[in-house]
């Protein structure tokens, strides 16, 4: 799995980071997504894949 993100259209909604805290992040600043970990490991790409298909932005990008 490799995840891609276009911040630039991230409204800051915090979805992504609420169900998968360990790939996703907030800047403290203003709230725009982090990708903590690009090519996460398997026990995470269940909550990776709900993230993307919950950003109310569809910043997320999966590629399996
Ligand atoms: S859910 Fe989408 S819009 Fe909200 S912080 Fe995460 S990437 Fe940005």
Redesign the pocket.
């Known amino acids: 799995m490799k995840i891609t993100?276009d911040?630039d259209?991230?409204?800051?909604?915090?979805?992504?980071?609420l169900v998968a805290p360990e790939v996703?992040d907030?800047r403290d600043e203003d709230?725009?997504?982090v990708l903590l970990d690009a090519e996460p490991p398997a026990a995470q790409h269940a909550a990776v894949r709900e993230?993307a298909a919950?950003?109310?932005?569809?910043?997320?990008e999966v590629q399996e």
């Open positions: 993100l911040a259209k991230c409204c800051a909604a915090g979805q992504c980071v996703f907030q709230g725009v997504v993230a919950i950003c109310p932005a569809a910043v997320i």
